[in-house]
Nanobody
């Protein structure tokens, strides 16, 4: 059974930090590119960051570039998102997603973890 389980969300103050984790199981994690996406209330899904299968390339939305860092540990089947200098605009439900190949969309999605940035 394929599972992507996000964790690490919570409440942070503006300027604070959180580290999100996504634990993968039920598929060959190292064969999949991974992404983080987020959805704020009343808004559409926003792609945040992506990482190639072996971590050799990373990609970021302009809104988070310089503040967030995506990484993965294939030995642990885990994806991470280090979020620094958090802003209220980062408040959203954060999802991890997996994709194998160039097709549109993603093969697997997690349930999400809530990040709230507020003073």
């Amino acid at each position: 059974q394929v599972q992507l389980v996000e964790s690490g969300g919570g409440l942070a103050q503006p300027g604070g930090s959180l580290r999100l984790s996504c634990a993968a199981s039920g598929f060959t994690f190292s064969s999949y590119a991974m992404s983080w996406a987020r959805q704020a209330p009343g808004k559409g899904l926003e792609w945040v960051s992506g990482i190639y299968t072996d971590g050799s390339a990373t990609y970021y939305a302009d809104s988070v570039k310089g503040r967030f860092t995506i990484s993965r540990d294939n030995a642990k089947n885990t994806l991470y998102l280090q979020m620094n200098s958090l802003q209220p605009e980062d408040t959203a439900l954060y999802y991890c997603a997996a994709r194998q190949g160039p097709h549109i969309g993603y093969d697997y999605w997690g349930q999400g973890t809530q990040v709230t940035v507020s003073s």
